[in-house]
């Protein structure tokens, strides 16, 4: 498992190319092939831009992509069915799982959320962060979302 997150993260950093396996052939998205969307308000807090997205071809599950938080900005509270990792690639940041102090997380770590377990995620108050963000669908869906974080939960 190691081995495999340390390689799809050579693969996925920004400024390398992200590769998605299909059932016929190898297929590469060069960077910068994709647009950049901006988190949607009602799961994000602050600014957030999504950048080299990725989805398996069945029966793969997996997808993911690449998230950029400006200082103070946010994931809302959410699940995910089968978990998910992040790769931090810069900067440095928080998640917090539902009830439990705010962990910080800063370049190279390696975070695993399991499933079903409410939480948020997101940069510190004073440094952006970017990370890689990857999950697996069930019955077509890889996320839950809920209630925005309160400023009076997310720490300063």
């Given at each position: 498992m190691k081995i495999f997150l340390i390689t799809l993260a050579a693969l996925l950093l920004p400024g390398t190319q992200s590769i998605a396996a299909t059932q016929e052939a190898v297929t590469v998205s060069p960077a910068g092939s994709q647009p950049t969307t901006l988190g949607a308000?009602?799961?994000f807090t602050g600014?957030?831009?999504?950048?080299?997205?990725f989805k398996g071809s069945?029966?793969?599950r997996i997808s993911g992509g690449t998230v950029s938080f400006e200082?103070?900005?946010?994931t809302a509270w959410h699940t995910h069915p089968l978990g998910q990792t992040l790769i931090v690639s810069s900067?440095?940041?928080w998640v917090q799982?539902?009830?439990?102090s705010a962990q910080p997380i800063k370049t190279g770590d390696v975070v695993w959320i399991p499933p079903g377990v409410k939480h948020w995620h997101g940069a510190s108050a004073t440094e952006p962060m970017v990370h890689i963000a990857v999950s697996e669908s069930q019955d077509g869906k890889t996320v839950t979302w809920m209630e925005k974080v309160t400023d009076e939960q997310y720490p300063h």
């Open positions: 308000p009602e799961y600014t957030a831009k999504v950048d080299s997205r069945p029966p793969a200082a103070g900005a946010r900067g440095t940041g799982e539902w009830e439990k």
